[in-house]
Structures are given as C-alpha cells and as structure tokens.
C-alpha cells in the first residue's frame, strides 16, 4: 500500500469533504461528494447516511476501482490551489464503527494504491 507523506496527513486531516469516483457497470464514471475519514492505518474510511443503497456501493461491488479527490483554494491573491489525488481499491465493510451515529452500517475503507498531491509543500502548518 501507498503512504501519505506528513503534510499530507496533515492536509487530509484539515479537510471534511472530497469527491468519490466510481465507474458503472456499463464504463462510465460517477463522482459524488462524500465525508471521509483518514485512519492511523494509511486507508481512508467513507461513510454515509444510507450507504449501502447508494449508487457508488453498488458500482464498487461489481468494480472495487476508485478515486477520491480533496482539494481546495488556498489563496485567491496570489491564486494558490491545493489538493490530493488519491486512486486505490474500495474494500465494503459492514457492521459497527466508530464513525458516528447517523452513519450507516455501510462503509467503503479506501486502499491507496496511487497518491498525487499539489500545493502542499507550501503549507506552513
């Protein structure tokens, strides 16, 4: 498995929202905004609301590929963007977690297999 660097741990720490890619079962891609949880392992945890009946738990059952985009504006003056790019395997879990309370049963834990980040070096804390 890929492992994040320290900043951007640090990074994926100070964010809430990314955007999940899936692909369909007839090829095309599906990207949806999601919360996700980075964990001490080096996999990120996605949950939701009713997970298990989503569209994307249902493209990861036939095609674990996935990607999960979080990024941001830094800086509008001087324009700084910054962001991870993060491309692995989906793992579907069901059961208790620690996730919270109005989080579903269901929950996708990403495996990186790719990470690609910008912006980030220049972050000072």
């Not at 809430?16 to 890619?21: E, F, I, M, S």
């Not at 009713?50 to 990024?71: E, F, H, I, Q, S």
């Not at 919270?100 to 929950?107: I, L, R, T």
């Amino acid at each position: 498995m890929t492992e994040f660097s320290e900043a951007e741990r640090a990074y994926l720490k100070s964010q809430r929202l990314g955007r999940l890619a899936t692909v369909d079962p007839q090829g095309q891609p599906q990207a949806n905004p999601v919360g996700f949880f980075p964990q001490d392992d080096g996999t990120i945890l996605v949950g939701g609301y009713a997970m298990g009946r989503t569209k994307k738990w249902r493209n990861l059952r036939k095609n674990p590929k996935v990607a999960l985009v979080v990024d941001d504006i830094a800086s509008v003056r001087p324009w700084r963007v910054r962001g991870i790019d993060i491309r692995g395997e989906a793992e579907l879990l069901t059961g208790p977690h620690d996730l919270g309370p109005h989080f579903s049963e269901e929950v996708i834990r990403i495996h990186p297999r790719r990470i690609h980040s910008w912006g980030l070096e220049d972050d000072k804390g």
